[in-house]
Protein backbone atom coordinates (compact mmCIF):
# COMPACT_ATOMS: atom_id res chain seq x y z
CA UNK A 1 0.00 0.00 0.00
CA UNK A 2 1.10 3.66 -0.77
CA UNK A 3 0.63 7.02 0.35
CA UNK A 4 1.19 9.84 -1.69
CA UNK A 5 0.69 13.70 -2.39
CA UNK A 6 1.12 15.09 -5.81
CA UNK A 7 2.63 18.51 -4.03
CA UNK A 8 5.96 17.08 -2.39
CA UNK A 9 7.78 13.84 -2.49
CA UNK A 10 8.08 11.70 0.09
CA UNK A 11 11.12 13.26 2.60
CA UNK A 12 10.62 16.68 0.38
CA UNK A 13 9.60 19.94 1.48
CA UNK A 14 5.69 20.42 2.06
CA UNK A 15 4.90 23.98 -0.31
CA UNK A 16 4.02 27.10 1.91
CA UNK A 17 0.30 26.96 0.41
CA UNK A 18 -0.24 24.10 2.95
CA UNK A 19 0.77 25.49 5.89
CA UNK A 20 0.05 28.12 8.70
CA UNK A 21 1.88 30.59 6.44
CA UNK A 22 0.53 29.99 3.02
CA UNK A 23 -3.74 29.54 2.44
CA UNK A 24 -3.47 26.56 5.08
CA UNK A 25 -4.96 24.44 2.18
CA UNK A 26 -5.47 20.66 2.73
CA UNK A 27 -2.84 18.49 1.23
CA UNK A 28 -3.61 16.45 -1.65
CA UNK A 29 -2.74 12.44 -1.16
CA UNK A 30 -3.29 9.80 -3.38
CA UNK A 31 -3.96 6.39 -2.38
CA UNK A 32 -2.51 3.21 -3.95
CA UNK A 33 -2.45 -0.95 -3.04
CA UNK A 34 -5.01 -0.91 -0.54
CA UNK A 35 -5.61 -4.52 0.68
CA UNK A 36 -7.85 -7.04 -0.32
CA UNK A 37 -10.28 -6.92 3.23
CA UNK A 38 -9.89 -3.71 3.77
CA UNK A 39 -12.94 -2.81 5.02
CA UNK A 40 -11.78 1.20 6.06
CA UNK A 41 -9.02 3.14 5.82
CA UNK A 42 -7.69 5.76 8.70
CA UNK A 43 -5.02 8.72 8.27
CA UNK A 44 -2.95 10.12 10.98
CA UNK A 45 -0.75 13.19 10.59
CA UNK A 46 1.35 14.55 13.21
CA UNK A 47 4.69 16.19 14.29
CA UNK A 48 6.50 14.25 16.26
CA UNK A 49 9.50 17.26 16.22
CA UNK A 50 7.03 19.66 18.87
CA UNK A 51 9.90 21.26 21.34
CA UNK A 52 9.50 19.61 24.97
CA UNK A 53 8.83 22.84 26.74
CA UNK A 54 6.05 23.43 24.32
CA UNK A 55 4.44 20.14 24.37
CA UNK A 56 5.92 17.29 26.76
CA UNK A 57 5.06 14.06 24.60
CA UNK A 58 6.81 16.15 21.48
CA UNK A 59 4.01 15.53 19.43
CA UNK A 60 1.02 17.95 17.47
CA UNK A 61 -1.98 16.01 15.60
CA UNK A 62 -2.19 17.55 12.56
CA UNK A 63 -5.04 15.77 11.12
CA UNK A 64 -7.31 12.82 12.14
CA UNK A 65 -9.24 10.69 10.47
CA UNK A 66 -11.34 7.13 10.07
CA UNK A 67 -13.63 5.30 7.86
CA UNK A 68 -12.45 6.59 4.96
CA UNK A 69 -13.52 4.31 2.46
CA UNK A 70 -11.29 1.64 0.96
CA UNK A 71 -11.76 2.61 -2.52
CA UNK A 72 -10.83 6.23 -1.91
CA UNK A 73 -7.82 7.04 -4.30
CA UNK A 74 -7.51 10.77 -4.24
CA UNK A 75 -8.55 12.80 -1.05
CA UNK A 76 -8.63 16.23 -1.43
CA UNK A 77 -10.04 19.30 -0.71
CA UNK A 78 -12.73 19.78 -3.57
CA UNK A 79 -13.63 15.96 -2.10
CA UNK A 80 -14.86 17.56 0.64
CA UNK A 81 -15.40 15.34 4.27
CA UNK A 82 -14.51 11.79 3.55
CA UNK A 83 -15.22 9.40 6.57
CA UNK A 84 -14.98 11.07 10.12
CA UNK A 85 -12.67 13.90 10.79
CA UNK A 86 -11.80 13.10 14.46
CA UNK A 87 -9.73 15.46 17.31
CA UNK A 88 -6.97 17.56 15.97
CA UNK A 89 -4.18 18.41 19.40
CA UNK A 90 -6.00 21.88 19.01
CA UNK A 91 -9.28 20.58 19.41
CA UNK A 92 -10.62 21.29 15.66
CA UNK A 93 -12.18 18.62 13.70
CA UNK A 94 -10.05 20.16 9.99
CA UNK A 95 -6.80 20.24 8.59
CA UNK A 96 -4.36 22.37 10.69
CA UNK A 97 -0.90 23.28 8.31
CA UNK A 98 2.30 23.27 9.40
CA UNK A 99 3.54 26.04 11.72
CA UNK A 100 6.90 25.10 13.71
CA UNK A 101 8.04 27.87 16.19
CA UNK A 102 9.97 30.29 14.07
CA UNK A 103 13.73 29.37 13.82
CA UNK A 104 13.35 25.72 15.03
CA UNK A 105 15.04 23.16 13.05
CA UNK A 106 13.17 21.74 10.34
CA UNK A 107 10.13 19.43 11.60
CA UNK A 108 8.72 16.33 9.84
CA UNK A 109 4.87 15.59 8.93
CA UNK A 110 4.20 12.25 9.20
CA UNK A 111 1.00 11.03 7.36
CA UNK A 112 0.25 7.57 8.03
CA UNK A 113 -2.41 5.43 6.22
CA UNK A 114 -3.80 2.41 8.30
CA UNK A 115 -5.72 -0.25 5.96
CA UNK A 116 -8.51 -1.66 8.47
CA UNK A 117 -10.53 -4.86 8.39
CA UNK A 118 -13.24 -2.97 10.48
CA UNK A 119 -15.75 -0.08 10.60
CA UNK A 120 -14.52 2.14 13.41
CA UNK A 121 -17.35 3.30 16.31
CA UNK A 122 -15.73 6.11 17.61
CA UNK A 123 -16.87 9.50 18.39
CA UNK A 124 -16.13 12.42 16.28
CA UNK A 125 -14.27 13.66 19.45
CA UNK A 126 -11.57 11.28 19.35
CA UNK A 127 -7.84 12.04 18.41
CA UNK A 128 -4.97 9.92 18.03
CA UNK A 129 -5.05 7.95 21.29
CA UNK A 130 -8.18 7.10 20.74
CA UNK A 131 -7.99 5.89 17.20
CA UNK A 132 -4.65 3.89 17.89
CA UNK A 133 -6.70 2.43 21.10
CA UNK A 134 -9.34 1.43 18.37
CA UNK A 135 -7.60 0.10 15.64
CA UNK A 136 -5.39 -2.71 17.75
CA UNK A 137 -5.67 -6.06 16.60
CA UNK A 138 -7.10 -4.27 12.92
CA UNK A 139 -4.32 -3.20 10.49
CA UNK A 140 -4.05 -5.34 7.68
CA UNK A 141 -1.61 -2.44 6.74
CA UNK A 142 -0.02 0.32 7.04
CA UNK A 143 1.75 3.45 4.81
CA UNK A 144 3.91 6.16 5.39
CA UNK A 145 4.58 9.38 3.65
CA UNK A 146 6.56 11.84 5.63
CA UNK A 147 6.72 15.78 4.61
CA UNK A 148 9.17 18.79 5.62
CA UNK A 149 8.70 22.34 6.74
CA UNK A 150 10.71 25.13 8.82
CA UNK A 151 9.77 28.70 9.42
CA UNK A 152 12.79 30.77 9.14
Not at 37 to 44: K, N, P, R
Not at 78 to 85: A, C, E, K, L, Y
Amino acid sequence: MRIESPAFRDGGWIPVEYTADGRESQVPLEFSGVPDGALSLALVVHDPDVPRDRRPDGNFDHWVMWNIPPGQHLLTEQDGPVGVVGRTTRGTNTWIGPAPPPGDRAHRYVFTLYALDTLLDLSDSAGRPELEAAIGGHVLERALLTGLFQRA
